[in-house]
């Protein structure tokens, strides 16, 4: 996740990525200012670098996008919502469906959004908020936010549907992978992870590394140590790179504690987790994720990539004009490797309420707590125990599952509050950005109305 060279900015979640430059997709739109919030835009599309181009194909993914939104609507036990109420609130919903229309129509008096969009904008005229931030409620967009600048060389600025890397909170979709494949009997979660390993990735089991299992590795208590923390790791991040390699800087280390015993994060893990998705699958990690995940959700605008990013994604800064180095997605992997969207990610969150990315059983036990925090929570933030690539917390008194990262150049946060069916995402490409901050006080702003 990069806490340790990080940690001094902020405690939060992160996207990892870079490249030379955006692609065409990602030009100003007409009347958009560079480094002026953008809030909700009004296209006749939505979501993503298609928005604006049409083909059957695109045609197809909208239709099924169609269905697979009234699922999540009918199926989601919060909504709360009559059929005319849905009919008459369909321009909000576009973080739950790629194919309506992103703008907001009036929000019914008492909702929030007025204040969030005031909060926001106070955040980009402070320079304290450089990205995309998405609330939604019930399938209802509160806000839709877009501020700074996704390319400062070019004066490109962030649109609501830029594409980030989300660095750690890719945790979740490997756990995810992970319990979708032990449900289809490929492993067990409390299998020994090396017969997985070997002779693919390493030659030989180290005597430490016997009796570590793949659901320690999932909720860091293997006490492998993070390969993010050894030497040379941020002067690697922009080569290209092998998994087998990047396990070699750690397997023969000592552990940092007995397996089982203790909680200590560590990325090692989800390189070994995304190695052993690999090694039963016998497809690519990113082949896994669009087969299981991405392509049954829809989610057009989530992919991993092996290389600098796709189009259009937005540069990493350390601070406002202080451009990151780019960062390879080997080296990040199925520990921080993805790319998505504020959108897909509150798609991916509504899903989970709609039991549509596992077995209700199976994303049950994604939520519950495998592993205790220390003193102070996980990661230093509010949090009573680790679950499957999920910090567990309550926010006044509700139930609440998010996760932070924080890579160079980029930070990002995901909150979800599954009994309520909120749904907050901030991505930015500015690492300096306090994205768990400004989303926990957004969650709030939304369980409070």
């Not at 005229?125 to 400062?152: I, N, Q, W, Y």
């Not at 992997?333 to 709609?354: L, Q, V």
């Not at 996980?378 to 008194?397: E, H, K, Q, V």
Request: aromatic letters at 8%; proline letters at 7%.
């Amino acid at each position: 996740m990069g806490f340790p060279k990080s940690m001094a900015m902020v405690m939060s979640g992160a996207v990892l990525v870079g490249s030379a430059s955006l692609a065409a997709g990602a030009a100003p739109r007409a009347g958009a200012a560079a480094g002026v919030a953008e809030e909700v835009i009004s296209d006749g599309g939505c979501c993503g670098p298609h928005s604006g181009r049409s083909s059957s194909r695109d045609v197809d993914r909208n239709r099924h996008g169609e269905r697979l939104e009234g699922r999540i609507r009918n199926r989601n036990s919060n909504s709360g919502y009559s059929h005319a109420q849905q009919q008459g609130h369909g321009e909000q919903e576009s973080a739950a469906t790629t194919s309506s229309a992103a703008s907001a129509s009036q929000s019914p008096p008492g909702e929030p959004t007025a204040a969030m969009r005031s909060y926001l904008r106070d955040l980009a005229a402070e320079k304290k908020f450089t990205g995309s931030a998405l609330v939604v409620r019930r399938g209802r967009v509160l806000v839709r936010f877009a501020a700074g600048e996704a390319d400062e060389e070019r004066h490109i600025p962030v649109r609501p549907d830029t594409v980030f890397l989300i660095a750690s909170v890719t945790k979740q979709f490997t756990s995810m992978l992970v319990l979708k494949l032990r449900d289809r009997g490929l492993l067990g979660l409390d299998d020994p992870i090396c017969p997985y390993l070997i002779p693919t990735y390493i030659d030989a089991c180290p005597a430490a590394w016997q009796p570590i299992t793949i659901r320690e590795i999932l909720v860091h208590t293997s006490g492998i140590p993070d390969y993010q923390n050894l030497p040379g790791f941020y002067e690697k991040l922009s080569q290209p790179t092998t998994t087998r390699e990047i396990i070699q800087r750690f397997v023969n280390l000592p552990l940092d504690f007995t397996p089982g015993t203790s909680w200590k994060y560590s990325s090692s893990g989800y390189i070994l987790a995304g190695a052993i998705i690999q090694s039963v699958t016998h497809q690519p990690y990113g082949a896994v994720l669009h087969d299981e995940i991405t392509g049954p959700l829809h989610l057009r605008d989530t992919t991993y990539s092996r290389g600098y990013g796709p189009p259009g994604h937005a540069k990493g800064y350390f601070t406002i004009g202080s451009p990151a180095p780019p960062i390879n997605g080997s080296q990040a992997f199925a520990a921080t490797g993805i790319y998505s969207t504020t959108d897909d990610i509150a798609r991916w969150d509504r899903a989970f309420g709609a039991d549509l990315v596992a077995p209700p059983a199976t994303v049950d036990e994604a939520f519950s707590p495998q592993a205790p925090c220390p003193p102070g929570g996980c990661l230093n933030l509010p949090s009573s125990a680790y679950a499957f690539g999920w910090l567990i917390d309550r926010l006044d008194g509700h139930r609440l599952v998010y996760h932070p990262g924080l890579l160079q150049g980029y930070a990002a946060s995901n909150m979800y509050l599954r009994d309520d069916d909120i749904e907050v995402v901030v991505l930015s490409n500015v690492e300096a950005t306090d994205t768990n901050g400004i989303a926990r006080h957004l969650a709030t702003m939304a369980l409070g109305s």
